[in-house]
């Protein structure tokens, strides 16, 4: 088995893959030292990592980069989060993510969000996008097709969210990452009618991961919070050694 079958591989509805999400190298190791089975960057966290803003506002040669140093300091298949791929444009979006596996990355995040916009891609257009990213990158790498309908609108209905994950899995895509999902009856109809492993985030009081593995899920992330986390404490411990 190759890196990539191995890592998808990793992706079993009711037993998730947890991905405690990293920023950098260093933060790399720490999580593989715990017991991880592979890892993640968020880009959120990276983003603040540097001091810049999320949203496609880290270059592109610093993803690339500290996608090599990620890749070079675990012995473990290690996915990015590649925000939107860098481009509203298929092709153009499909050589970001062509340029990204050459780092040595098994996987990427590719969300339907409009970076620095309103709303989401039109299904249509992502599909595209998908598919024009499966036919640059090859078969074996695990494009994790995240949709942003519940960001953008925590009222949008579930059947809109299978829509979107069913035509992504026709276009090509390794998983349906769906963030702000997190009810286990909405969960089981997703993994029902949804050919794709399913992600979800663990936010400040969702349902505990034995309920959500219950439910079907496979992937389980963190995001932002565990860096966030970090540096709440690192705060405290600042203030209090220079106040």
């Given at each position: 088995m190759s890196r990539f079958s191995d890592f998808a591989a990793l992706?079993?509805?009711?037993?998730?893959l947890v991905f405690f999400n990293i920023w950098d190298a260093g933060s790399a190791k720490v999580v593989a030292e715990a017991g991880a089975k592979a890892i993640a960057t968020g880009s959120h966290p990276v983003a603040d990592a540097?001091?810049?803003p999320d949203g496609e506002q880290v270059p592109l040669d610093l993803v690339f980069a500290n996608a090599r140093r990620i890749v070079g300091a675990v012995d473990l298949p290690?996915?990015?989060?590649?925000e939107g791929a860098y481009s509203i444009v298929p092709e153009a979006a499909a050589a970001n993510v062509v340029a990204l596996k050459a780092t040595g990355a098994v996987g990427c995040n590719l969300e339907d969000q409009r970076i620095g916009g309103e709303g989401v891609h039109s299904l249509?257009?992502?599909v595209r996008r998908i598919a024009a990213i499966r036919a640059a990158v090859g078969d074996d790498f695990f494009v994790n097709a995240r949709t942003d309908l519940r960001i953008k609108d925590g009222a949008a209905p579930i059947e809109a969210v299978i829509a979107r994950g069913k035509a992504f899995a026709d276009a090509g895509a390794s998983g349906f990452f769906v963030p702000r999902l997190t009810d286990p009856a909405e969960i089981e109809r997703v993994v029902g009618e949804v050919p794709l492993p399913l992600n979800v985030i663990a936010i400040p009081g969702a349902p505990s991961k034995r309920a959500w593995a219950a439910a079907g899920v496979a992937r389980i992330s963190h995001g932002p919070f565990p860096l966030r986390a970090l540096m709440a404490t690192f705060r405290t411990m600042a203030e209090a050694a220079l106040g």
């Open positions: 992706h079993v509805p009711g037993d998730p540097l001091g810049m290690v996915t990015i989060d590649f249509e257009h992502q």
